[in-house]
C-alpha cells in the first residue's frame, strides 16, 4: 500500500465540487465524512507510536520515512533514498529536503533521531519497541541524512519502515502530539473528538501539492451496523467494508458505488497458548482443522470475497507467501482432541463484539462447522466501545482484525516469542531462529525458505485461527470518485481500529 498521505492528496470529487453537501453551492468545501467504531472507548490518541494511537486521524495528518509501492517494494516518501553496508547492518537514509510540519518547523535529521529514540524509551510503552528491535541507534550525519545501526543484519531492513506506526513528528513534540496530532502529511488536525467528530483540514503547504479535499470529518460511530445505517442515511460519505449481507443494500442504487478489491487482512480468532485447554498444541490444531474455510468465507464475505488461508498471517501476493493446503478434518480432530484427553468433546468460549461487521459471522460459522468435531463453542458478546483495550489480549479466545503487512513484519510483530502483540502468546524458539535466519540471508531463495518453514509451524502448533484473507467491497457515496483511480491492492486505507 501507498501512504494515505499519497492515496487521499488525490482523491478525486464530483463535478459540482461537493461530498455530503448537495444543497450549497458549487463553492461549498469539499469535505469527506466516515465513520470510526472508537474502538479505543474515546482514549484514541494522536501519538502515532502509541498504544492508543488514532489510526484513522493519524496517518492521514503524519508521514512516514518509507511506503510501499504499488510492485510490492519499498518507495520514497520522507526519505529519498537508501543503501546498506556490505553486512546490511547499517542503513544510510537520505531525507527529503524542504518539507515543513503543520507548525511551520522544518523536518530533518534530528526529528527521525528523536523519534526513534521515543520508539525505544520503555517509558512510552509502544509497541513499536518490539517490532523495531532490531534497530540499535539511528544517527544524524547531517541534516538530511541518518544512519540506522542495527544490532543484526537485516536484507530487507526498508521494509520494516514501512510500518503504518513509524510516522515523523517534530523532534520536541513528543510530550504533547497525542492532542495536537503534528505531522507534515496532507491534512492537519483541527478537532480532536473520537467519541464525537474529529475533524482535519486540507495542507496547502503539503510537500506532494496541497489535497482536493478541504476537510475531512470522522465521527465515532462503535456499532458496525449503525456504520451502515448512517451510509444509507447519508450521514457518511464512505464506509470501508461490508460484509456479504449489507452489500445487498447498496447494489442496484445509483446513489452509492460498491467497489471489491484485494486486500490482504485477514480476521480471525485468536486463543491464548496459556490457557487450558488452548496450551495444547494438540487441542489447538483441532480447533483449526474443524473449518472449512472456502465455505466460511463464501457464507461471511459472499463468493469470491476471501482467499483461503491455512492460518498463514501472510498475505497471498507476499512475495514469501509458502503454499499449503488444508482441507476440513474432522475425524482427524476429533482424534486429537482424543489424544489430548477429550474424547467426548470440549466446550470453549469465544469472545467476540459488533465493532466489525465480519466477526460475529465469523465467530456463529465456526460454532456451527466446530461442532461436527464435538467442540462446543459458546460465543460471549462484548461492547463495540472499548474493544481493543478491553477485551482484545485480554480474553482467553477473541476475534481479531490485522491488515497486510509484509511477511518479515506480520511474523515478527505477531508470533516472535517477545513481541508485545503476540495476541495468542505462541512462542517458540525454533520459529523466531527461523525469523533471525532469514532477515540474515543473502539471497531471496533462502530467505524464502526460512520464512516459508516458518509459516509451517504455525499450522502445526500456532494458536490463531485465520481462515480466509479477505477481498473487500467498500460503499462510496454518490459524487465521491478518485478512489479507483490508482492501484487498490497498494494504496488502500487500511481502516483498523486496532491499528
Known amino acids: 500500500m501507498n501512504d494515505i498521505?499519497?492515496?487521499?492528496?488525490?482523491?478525486?470529487?464530483?463535478?459540482?465540487g461537493m461530498i455530503g453537501l448537495s444543497a450549497q453551492s458549487a463553492y461549498a468545501e469539499k469535505v469527506l465524512r466516515f465513520g470510526h467504531p472508537v474502538g479505543m472507548g474515546g482514549a484514541e490518541s494522536m501519538d502515532p507510536i502509541g498504544t492508543n494511537r488514532f489510526y484513522y486521524a493519524v496517518i492521514i495528518a503524519q508521514n512516514k520515512l518509507v511506503r510501499i509501492a504499488p510492485d510490492g517494494r519499498p518507495e520514497a516518501s520522507l526519505a529519498v533514498s537508501w543503501e546498506a553496508s556490505e553486512d546490511a547492518k547499517n542503513w544510510t537514509f537520505n531525507l527529503r529536503e524542504g518539507v515543513t510540519f503543520h507548525d511551520g518547523s522544518t523536518f530533518d535529521a534530528a526529528d527521525v533521531v528523536e523519534q526513534f529514540k521515543r520508539i525505544k524509551d520503555p517509558a512510552n510503552e509502544s509497541p513499536l519497541?518490539?517490532?523495531?528491535?532490531?534497530?540499535?541507534?539511528?544517527?544524524?550525519?547531517?541534516?538530511?541524512?541518518v544512519i540506522f545501526h542495527l544490532n543484526?543484519?537485516?536484507?530487507?531492513?526498508?521494509?520494516?519502515?514501512?510500518?503504518?506506526?513509524?510516522?515523523?513528528?517534530p523532534s520536541e513534540s513528543g510530550a504533547t502530539i497525542g492532542d495536537t496530532g503534528i505531522g507534515t502529511g496532507p491534512f492537519k488536525l483541527d478537532t480532536l473528538d473520537p467519541e464525537g467528530t474529529t475533524v482535519l483540514v486540507g495542507n496547502p503547504d503539503y510537500w506532494e501539492g496541497a489535497p482536493k479535499l478541504d476537510r475531512i470529518e470522522i465521527i465515532g460511530i462503535p456499532d458496525a451496523q449503525a456504520r451502515v445505517q448512517a451510509m444509507l442515511g447519508g450521514q457518511i460519505d464512505w464506509i470501508l467494508s461490508v460484509n456479504a449481507q449489507q452489500a445487498p443494500l447498496f447494489a442496484n442504487n445509483d446513489s452509492f458505488?460498491?467497489?471489491?478489491?484485494?486486500?490482504?487482512?485477514?480476521?480471525?480468532?485468536?486463543?491464548d497458548v496459556r490457557e487450558a485447554p488452548f496450551d495444547d498444541p494438540k487441542v489447538r490444531k483441532a480447533l483449526r482443522m474443524v473449518v472449512d474455510r472456502k465455505a466460511m468465507a463464501e457464507l461471511v464475505v459472499g463468493p469470491n470475497g476471501g482467499t483461503v488461508s491455512c492460518d498463514n498471517p501472510v498475505f497471498p501476493a507476499d512475495q514469501y507467501r509458502a503454499e499449503q493446503s488444508c482441507p476440513q478434518d474432522i475425524e482427524g480432530a476429533k482424534a486429537l482432541l482424543a489424544e489430548a484427553g477429550y474424547p467426548d468433546g470440549i466446550d470453549i468460549?469465544?469472545?467476540?463484539?459488533?465493532?466489525?461487521?465480519?466477526?460475529v459471522n465469523i465467530a456463529e460459522v465456526y460454532q456451527q462447522q466446530a461442532a461436527a468435531a464435538g467442540i462446543n463453542v459458546s460465543i460471549n458478546m462484548e461492547p463495540s466501545d472499548g474493544y481493543w483495550s478491553d477485551v482484545w489480549m485480554k480474553?482467553?479466545?477473541?476475534?481479531?482484525?490485522?491488515?497486510?503487512?509484509?511477511?518479515d513484519q506480520i511474523l515478527n510483530e505477531a508470533f516472535r516469542g517477545s513481541a508485545s502483540w503476540n495476541e495468542s502468546r505462541y512462542s517458540n524458539p525454533e520459529f523466531d531462529d527461523k525469523l533471525d535466519a532469514a532477515r540474515r540471508a543473502p539471497s531471496f531463495e533462502e530467505r524464502a525458505a526460512l520464512y516459508g518453514d516458518a509459516q509451517t509451524l504455525l499450522w502445526e502448533e500456532g494458536g490463531t485461527l485465520i481462515p480466509f484473507h479477505l477481498n473487500i467491497t467498500r460503499v462510496l457515496a454518490e459524487g465521491v470518485s478518485g478512489f479507483d483511480e490508482i492501484d487498490e491492492q497498494h494504496t488502500r486505507w487500511h481502516l483498523v481500529g486496532k491499528e
Open 257 to 271: 458505488t460498491l467497489q471489491s478489491y484485494s486486500a490482504g487482512d485477514w480476521k480471525g480468532i485468536s486463543f
Open 152 to 169: 543484526n543484519a537485516h536484507a530487507d531492513f526498508p521494509l520494516l519502515l514501512t510500518d503504518y506506526r513509524v510516522r515523523m513528528i
Open 129 to 145: 519497541a518490539s517490532a523495531l528491535e532490531i534497530v540499535e541507534t539511528v544517527e544524524a550525519v547531517d541534516d538530511h541524512k
Open 395 to 407: 480474553h482467553p479466545a477473541f476475534l481479531s482484525w490485522w491488515s497486510s503487512r509484509p511477511a
Open 5 to 16: 498521505s499519497k492515496f487521499l492528496a488525490t482523491t478525486a470529487l464530483c463535478a459540482s
Open 349 to 359: 468460549e469465544i469472545s467476540t463484539s459488533n465493532l466489525d461487521q465480519h466477526w
